[in-house]
């Protein structure tokens, strides 16, 4: 196992949790040729970095791609890549399983992560699943409900008051003193899981867009190292052109892209419907950033008023998302306006998490009441 | 297309929705063999009564076989049909997409269901998706939480007051006279979708028993068509018990069959938890006893602290779900035990919805606060 800082070029030969630099580091590339297999994790077998714990699989991954109705209005060629459909509803699973898959083989009894929602569910369910104990880092401010959710596979869930951001790096360091492998939003293994979205996708489109919700990076991160080992392996001749999508109230990464800089700041008093992609200061914000500048792909913010229309498109051809889930489409409507993706591109959206996790905030539609009697009137 | 009526044998020559008699009706049995493809219509593509519309499938079906680590626990070899990662996040989708398959080819512009809680949303969002008008008749008592994860796919939600048993065969009378084709629990359409379930199980393994969660009977139905029309194409040797589970607060289907009758009488005030179960007059009842009797199949009443149980027990395993889905683990729990299902058994038991659609109402586990300074004794 080598692995390689992407901003400082430092190589490591075991997997550290991050570079010595403080940018998260990365599995040199995989390359490889597709089998006959049932599960993403069987079909493309040499693109992990570790071998998958099959036994304890959950059946992540494998999600539908579904045509999007929505192409005639956009004048585009749309695909939905569903991952509301994994086991704890959002695509945090991919990367679990995979992380989970190594965490004992490392000698680890103990897991955890930070986070107050998806990740939150996913790491709690396998720790369960795999018979590790979790240890399950929340914000002050999630509320029980969320929880509820989180805590009702038996991990340990515990409310942290304290600095949020600061929480990140401080569970790295204790864990590693502690014997608990933290599989943060940005972990190694748990970016090398997302690939299979990107081997997935070209199992059925070759796009030449992919639309990703980003907040820590580490969705992104992994499905650009997806396509890329794809193009060197030599399984499909073009990258697509990635989108990252942030929204207008929490986005440092299109700030610091669309300055030049190549950095990303804090950004100060987020404020977005879009919680799971709410991140002010993203841990892998500069390895985006990179990525963006390296290939040439884009980044698009979006509002909260147009996160919500493109939310309600989409439950529109029976997908109720996330209102995080909803940014991709929300930027594809923008991005078309202006021209920058054209008329008739192959063009995928990633629909990350499903919208019962943030029911309690959604916008119902009208109900009416109607007497039994009085029935036939009302159906009219 | 010829129905036959299960109980009286009239047979008709269109899809009509119940018998004369009063009974359901349901397709002629179909033969035929595998193909290769990705989805399960493809694969089974012999076994439809109707084309499947492909171009508006959202990927219900094709749900993961989990292999369950209660195996050693309970004493035999179990295998968890995970229904919560089909689309709208539970088993009805097959049948709807199905029916909806169905309904625009008959001439029908609009669509609608008798439901409050999975049927409808999952009627409510294919019939987005297929640009049918949907109208979704729920009971007066639905919460407004509930009925929130139904309107949000933009469908007409009513609701009506009045006698919700009634409420039943009025939608289907009217839906006649009216020209919108009622999509509810026992449809014959619908009961053709849930075949792909016994489909699926045997492309992975031969089960002895299939724990069922058992309401209406339209899913008890369906598992048990798909089953007996593989033994007649000569793709199984032998049927496997099925088992339907009943919530003992509301199970006039065992009831009746313990007492060795041949019609069901209405369940005076159901009590249980498990409301996606809680069907006192199941329209299909007398057609699940008939199946019963014949095969020599099995019934099985669970209380409500035996679900809890049982939910926790899933939930141990990574996999959440509502109350209703937990009663298969809780009913072989006790067929272990008394030895009506012997040890080493292959069983399947299905996992009939998510646990976020009542998350409300579901226990949570334990939440613990630490400052951020002593997080580390916090996590010792």
């Not at 709410?278 to 990525?291: E, F, Q, T």
Request: aromatic residues 10%; hydrophobic residues 40%; negative net charge.
């Amino acid at each position: 196992m080598r692995l390689k800082c992407p901003i400082c070029g430092k190589v490591y030969e075991e997997p550290v949790q991050r570079c010595e630099c403080g940018e998260p580091v990365e599995f040199e590339l995989l390359k490889g040729e597709p089998y006959i297999g049932k599960s993403v994790w069987e079909r493309f077998y040499d693109f992990w970095p570790v071998e998958p714990a099959l036994e304890f699989s959950l059946g992540e991954g494998d999600t539908p791609l579904v045509k999007s109705k929505l192409s005639e209005e956009l004048g585009v060629r749309l695909y939905l890549k569903n991952e509301t459909v994994n086991p704890t509803w959002s695509f945090k699973d991919r990367g679990t399983f995979l992380a989970m898959s190594y965490a004992p083989k490392a000698g680890y009894k103990a897991v955890g992560t930070v986070s107050t929602g998806n990740m939150a569910a996913s790491v709690s369910a396998y720790a369960s699943r795999f018979g590790l104990d979790a240890k399950i880092l929340v914000s002050e401010s999630a509320s029980n409900e969320k929880l509820k959710a989180v805590s009702v596979y038996g991990g340990d869930v515990i409310r942290v008051k304290g600095d949020y951001g600061r929480l990140y790096f401080e569970s790295l360091k204790l864990g590693e003193s502690l014997g608990i492998y933290f599989i943060n939003s940005d972990n190694p293994f748990r970016v090398e899981g997302y690939k299979g979205i990107a081997f997935e996708i070209v199992e059925e489109v070759t796009p030449d867009y992919v639309l990703i919700p980003t907040s820590s990076g580490g969705l992104f991160r992994g499905v650009a190292k997806g396509f890329i080992e794809l193009k060197e392996s030599g399984l499909i001749e073009e990258l697509p052109t990635l989108v990252a999508v942030q929204a207008e109230g929490c986005s440092p990464i299109c700030r610091a892209f669309e300055e030049g800089k190549e950095r990303i700041e804090r950004f100060e008093n987020p404020k977005t419907i879009a919680k799971a992609i709410a991140n002010p200061y993203p841990p892998s914000g500069n390895a985006v950033l990179k990525l963006m500048r390296d290939f040439g792909w884009l980044c698009a913010a979006v509002s909260d008023d147009e996160i919500v229309e493109a939310q309600k498109k989409l439950a529109g051809e029976g997908l109720f998302v996330q209102p995080a889930s909803a940014t991709g489409i929300a930027a594809l409507k923008k991005l078309v306006e202006s021209g920058v993706i054209p008329e008739g591109a192959k063009v995928v959206s990633i629909l990350t998490g499903s919208g019962l996790k943030t029911l309690s905030h959604a916008e119902g539609g009208r109900i009416r009441e109607c007497p039994l009697e009085g029935l036939e009137n009302c159906l009219r």
